[in-house]
């Protein structure tokens, strides 16, 4: 089992619908949780930390779950230029582990 | 304003013939990264700086090096790039590491190999 698994999608999902995706890992040492961004052909932006309080940054929302270890990203009202590629990206004894990543297409 | 700067964003060069990429980054950060990622696949960690401390990781084969001459710069050398080296590198710096330290990316080069 990887150490960190996604959805690789494609989510296909009408503009300004809701989505929402998981990312699970198997490490309950891990420490730090982050979703980054990546476009096509680009490189990974960060998008947001995630936090066991939860977090919001205008439409996205991600959450931890520590129980059933996993991390959530809600994107509210979805934009054409959400399409990308949502790589979920987790720290554990200074190790980085990278998600492959859940692709998401907003059609019009 | 790019903070993280790779050069150059496409290269192409024949099947053993050695190539350098270049990252450098006013950021200051201590922290440098090398990634190889490959298409529909994770970014892969190949070797990290922190300082002038050099970290390889277990499985980057030896054809991959590294030297970073000084805080700003970073360079990954391909000493005989094989069809199977062709990817999207990508150099990623961090104030420090741990997980209280996002990671910024530069562009990425792009190499292909003939």
């Known amino acids: 089992r990887k150490e960190v698994e996604q959805d690789p999608g494609p989510f296909n999902v009408p503009e300004g619908a809701t989505v929402a995706f998981n990312c699970t890992y198997s490490n309950s040492a891990s420490q730090s949780f982050f979703w980054y961004r990546q476009d096509c052909r680009k490189e990974p932006k960060l998008l947001m930390s995630?936090?066991?309080s939860g977090n919001e940054d205008g439409r996205f929302t991600a959450q931890l779950n520590r129980a059933s270890q996993y991390i959530s990203l809600l994107i509210r009202d979805s934009k054409l230029s959400d399409s990308a590629t949502y790589l979920c990206v987790i720290y554990r004894d200074d190790k980085i582990i990278f998600g492959k990543g859940t692709r998401l297409h907003i059609l019009p | 304003d790019a903070m993280v700067i790779q050069n150059p964003r496409y290269q192409v060069t024949q099947f053993g013939k050695p190539v350098t990429l270049s990252c450098s980054q006013t950021l200051n950060h201590n922290v440098m990264y090398w990634y190889q990622q490959k298409s529909s696949q994770a970014p892969k960690l190949l070797f990290h700086?922190?300082?002038?401390?050099?970290?390889n990781e277990a499985d980057t084969p030896d054809n991959f090096q590294s030297r970073r001459p000084n805080t700003s710069f970073c360079f990954l050398d391909i000493r005989s790039p094989g069809l199977g080296d062709a990817a999207m590198y990508l150099c990623a710096t961090s104030r420090d590491r741990g997980g209280s330290q996002p990671q910024h990316f530069g562009d990425g080069t792009r190499l292909s190999i003939l």
């Open positions: 995630v936090y066991s």
């Open positions: 700086y922190y300082d002038k401390d050099f970290n």
